[in-house]
Each structure stands twice: as C-alpha cells, then as structure tokens.
C-alpha cells in the first residue's frame, strides 16, 4: 500500500517541500509506493501571507539571487525575473545587477504559483500521485502508526507523515486594544488599513522595522497624506 504524505500549506515552504519531495520520488522511482496530498485553505497555491501582498510598494527584503526555490539553483528566481521584466518595470528596484534587485513581493508569488504548477504537471506526465485539496486543516491527531488530519468542512484524511508548512501566525499581544474601533492588530492583508484609515489622519505605527515600512508604503500608495508617527524602543 502507499505511504501518504500531507504537505499543509502551500506558500513558499510548502512550494519547495512539493519540488524537493517531487525530485527524491521521481530519481528513486517510488512513484507506486508514494503519494502526495496537498492541502491549501486558499484558491491558489504559491502566494502566502508574504507573497500574496497586492501592493506593488511590498518589496521582498532580499535580493532576487537569493530567493530560487531549487536547492540547487539559487539563481533561478534571478533568471526569471530577468527572462520576464525590464529594467525599468515598477516591479523591479535596485541599481545593480538583475542579480542584486529587489522585486515586489507579488512577482515573487507569481514565480511560486508557476513553479507549483511546472512540478505538478510533471507529477501528473510521470505518475506520481498528487492530491492538491483547497481547505483548511483545523486539526491533528495521532491514530497508532498514521496522522489523522480534520479539515473545515469536516472531513477527515490521513497520513504517515505530514509537513507543516502553514507560515506565519497572527500575533496575539495587545489583546485588550482589540476593543477600539481605530485598533489594527496586523498589517497585511492590506485591504482593512485601506478602508478603515481616511487619507489625512494622524496614525501611530507601533514598531519601526519592515512590518512599519510596508505599513507606510502601503498608506503612501493608496493617497494617504495625513502625519505618520513611529513608536519604537531602539529608534
Ligand atoms: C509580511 C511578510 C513579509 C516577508 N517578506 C519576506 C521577504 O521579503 N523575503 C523572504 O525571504 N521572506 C519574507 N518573509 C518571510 C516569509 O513569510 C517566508 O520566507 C515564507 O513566506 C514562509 O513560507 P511559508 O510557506 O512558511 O508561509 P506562507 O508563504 O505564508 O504560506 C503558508 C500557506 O499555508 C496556508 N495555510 C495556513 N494554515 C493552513 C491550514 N490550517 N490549512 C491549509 N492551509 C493553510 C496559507 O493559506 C498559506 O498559503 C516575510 C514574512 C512576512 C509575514
């Protein structure tokens, strides 16, 4: 009988877990005694919390050298963008090298949704067994030799290994402000500060580093005018 895999999420990590699980079955020939569920509570595999961002101002943090998804080929993505936008596409920064830009974080998606999509075509041409399932697993439990898996509309899989692959997690401090209408506890998806803030008031930013920034840029690029104050204990 088949051993089955759960990968839960498909964002970056749960990409490059499929890409990686995809080579070692398909250079050992395990293709009968493998296969693979893939479960993604969103319509689209590839994007993410991170990379599924809209606005053209989130930038990816790295340079497109270091964000290949193969193992091996840490340029990939570099070649993609290169063989895709010119230079001076708005989705594009930097001054260097294609190799030392900087990419809106949505591209960076677009790369993970077509590299989802390369391997499972193969998947499917070579006979590996893969199963994508758009919902969400909200539990798991262990049964003897096999992971049960539940998902939202109550259905149950299961699995003799299952990777967690489900990203970043809301945080959960300053519960007691969650009261206040003008209270945003997480920045991304954009959407809420675009519809909540008007364009002329005086926001506070609680932290100044990479979450603030995307907060700014996403304020900046929908017509907001109004003051920006920063709250940081390191300045
Ligand atoms: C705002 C932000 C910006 C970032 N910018 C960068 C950057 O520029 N460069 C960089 O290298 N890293 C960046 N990171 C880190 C980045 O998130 C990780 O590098 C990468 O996205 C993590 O991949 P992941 O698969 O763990 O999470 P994600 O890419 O978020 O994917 C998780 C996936 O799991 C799905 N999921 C979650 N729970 C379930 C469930 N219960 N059932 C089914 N599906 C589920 C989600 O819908 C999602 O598609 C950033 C992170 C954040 C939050």
């Not at 594009?92 to 790369?111: I, K, M, P, Q, S």
């Not at 070579?126 to 939202?152: M, R």
């Not at 909540?196 to 990479?210: A, P, Q």
Request: charged share 20%; glycine share 10%; hydrophobic share 35%.
């Amino acid at each position: 009988m088949k051993q089955t895999i759960a990968i839960v999420g498909g964002g970056a990590c749960g990409v490059a877990s499929f890409i990686e699980l995809f080579i070692k079955i398909h250079q050992f020939g395990l293709q009968d005694s493998i296969r693979i569920d893939w479960f993604e509570k969103e319509k689209t595999l590839g994007y993410g919390l991170a990379f599924g961002s809209e606005e053209k101002g989130h930038l990816l943090n790295t340079p497109t050298d270091l964000m290949g998804v193969y193992a091996k080929e840490p340029a990939h993505f570099t070649d993609w963008v290169a063989d895709r936008k010119t230079r001076d596409s708005d989705l594009v920064h930097g001054e260097g090298e294609w190799n030392d830009t900087y990419t809106a974080r949505f591209l960076y998606g677009d790369y993970l949704a077509e590299q989802a999509d390369r391997y499972l075509a193969m998947a499917n041409r070579t006979g590996i067994s893969v199963c994508v399932k758009n919902t969400e697993v909200v539990d798991l439990d262990q049964d003897k030799d096999q992971y049960v898996l539940h998902d939202s509309a109550g259905g149950v899989h299961t699995a003799n290994f299952v990777v967690l692959a489900l990203g970043t997690p809301k945080p959960q401090n300053f519960l007691s402000f969650r009261q206040y209408e003008a209270y945003i506890p997480f920045p991304w998806p954009s959407r809420p500060l675009i519809e909540k803030i008007s364009t002329s008031e005086h926001i506070g930013v609680l932290g100044s580093s990479l979450s603030a920034i995307d907060t700014i840029m996403t304020l900046e690029d929908n017509g907001y005018t109004g003051k920006i104050s920063l709250f940081s204990p390191d300045g």
